[in-house]
């Protein structure tokens, strides 16, 4: 009886060292202007060619400005960065879709929506979030630049295998509970390193119900609890939402491949070396108050107390409130924002725009908050003004840019100032990850069009 994980991971073993790792294939490298270009120097300094062009991917994402973008890059470094990238392809034989490409935009976005990302797969990325793309069945995650070398020089991994892990929800979601709400508090009740040294299958009633993109928006942040990756099987919901794409397969092969597909979910006996489970009715509209995702409350509650706390957690408990300017058993209820950011890998799909959409309609932006709208892509975009959704937005005070990675990361223009308090949806609140000093709340799209409304952290229920 075997785990979904096994099932892919298996079918990827090219060979074993005796008593070590494996050598695992890829089947395919997603890579962007950040993390590829030590790796193509090094296959240059050392006369080694990529070895399979056609199973790489890349996009322009991290450093690209998200307005003006048929204007010439203004800073130095993402322009040289772009450049470099582009020449690289070219030089390759690899697939660029950079700027002014009707299929730019963020890799992890791209790649489903593409149907490039397809169940069963073994995918890979210079980017810690490529476990969104185990929301299909596939077997994704994040490498660094030696190893990015190195599936560009072999199309193969040297790889440990790593432990598999089962997180179950079931039940009914509250009102208004996304699914950026459950992961934030899956990770909230496990902490930041209980997935270390795991693949982690998501399974229950809540994760079936899901739409694809809120299963990509879950497997995203496994990482953020230590996780190698996040997966979950394979179905009717996958099927459907990968059918028609423009590099899923089609005709006899979509057959073929849909009945393998039909194969990979956990065997009903399957043992997991972890498991650990939750109610849905536990979760509800979730808010991070600290300076990882680990830190995270509902809404309705209040900062927990430091007396409530272990020894070993008081000390970076007491300094993550002091760099973001809370206190302990404080509600973050009513406490004024200055930015919004809805956006990233995590939460700028379609979906995700619709929902925020649909509750900023007939309302106005605080005249306080500075908000971005920033899609994931150019079909994302694309779409978002087919739908008229541009035209709600604008009509709401808020403007829908161009596709990147925006605020999520602050390797860009859309940094937030010191000091300054941003809900956002993306997936990290570190100390400084969206600027210097910069204080990060991780919300829903829903939570952060509120807080946009009304220029305040609410409880919408």
Wanted: net charge negative; with cysteine; charged share 20%.
């Amino acid at each position: 009886m075997r785990t979904l994980f096994d099932k892919v991971w298996d079918a990827h073993i090219v060979s074993q060292v005796e008593n070590g790792p494996q050598v695992i294939y890829i089947d395919k490298h997603l890579i962007h202007e950040v993390t590829s270009p030590q790796a193509f120097a090094e296959l240059e300094a050392r006369n080694i060619p990529v070895y399979r062009p056609n199973q790489i991917v890349a996009t322009a994402d991290h450093n690209v400005p998200t307005i003006d973008q048929n204007q010439p890059v203004r800073d130095p470094l993402s322009k040289q960065q772009l450049e470099k990238l582009a020449f690289n392809c070219e030089k390759n034989n690899i697939t660029f879709y950079g700027l002014g490409h009707p299929y730019q935009g963020i890799v992890h976005i791209i790649s489903p929506e593409l149907g490039i990302t397809q169940p069963g797969m073994s995918m890979v990325c210079g980017d810690s979030h490529t476990s969104t793309h185990g929301a299909f069945g596939a077997i994704a995650f994040g490498i660094g630049t030696s190893q990015v070398a190195q599936v560009f020089a072999s199309q193969c991994l040297l790889m440990n295998k790593p432990k598999s892990m089962r997180i179950k929800v079931n039940g009914k979601l509250n009102p208004n509970v996304q699914p950026k709400d459950v992961i934030l508090y899956i990770i909230s009740k496990v902490g930041t390193n209980a997935g270390t040294g795991y693949f982690c299958e998501y399974a229950g009633d809540v994760f079936e119900n899901m739409s694809m993109e809120g299963r990509m928006t879950v497997c995203n942040m496994s990482i953020e609890m230590g996780a190698r990756g996040g997966m979950i099987a394979p179905d009717e919901t996958t099927f459907a939402y990968l059918k028609d794409k423009p590099f899923a397969p089609k005709g006899e092969e979509w057959k073929q491949k849909v009945a393998y597909w039909k194969t990979l979910p956990s065997d009903k006996d399957a043992v997991f070396d972890e498991e650990i489970e939750f109610e849905a009715a536990d979760i509800y509209p979730m808010i991070t108050f600290g300076t990882n995702p680990g830190m995270g409350i509902s809404v309705k509650d209040a900062i927990p107390s430091k007396d409530s706390l272990n020894e070993n957690e008081k000390e970076s408990f007491e300094k993550a409130l002091k760099y973001m300017g809370f206190k302990d058993s404080q509600s973050i209820i009513n406490h004024p924002i200055d930015y919004v950011f809805i956006g990233s890998c995590t939460n700028a799909r379609i979906e995700d725009l619709r929902q925020v959409a649909d509750y900023v309609k007939g309302k106005q932006r605080n005249e306080n908050v500075t908000a971005w709208i920033v899609p994931g892509s150019k079909l994302v975009e694309k779409q978002a003004i087919e739908e008229g959704l541009d035209k709600i937005f604008e009509a709401s005070g808020f403007k829908l840019r161009e596709p990147g990675c925006s605020a999520c990361l602050a390797m860009n223009e859309d940094k937030v100032p010191a000091g300054k308090y941003c809900v956002s949806t993306s997936n990290r609140n570190f100390e400084g990850r969206q600027g210097p000093n910069s204080r990060t709340l991780l919300a829903s799209p829903l939570i952060a069009a509120a807080a946009a409304i009304h220029g305040k952290v609410v409880d919408i229920n």
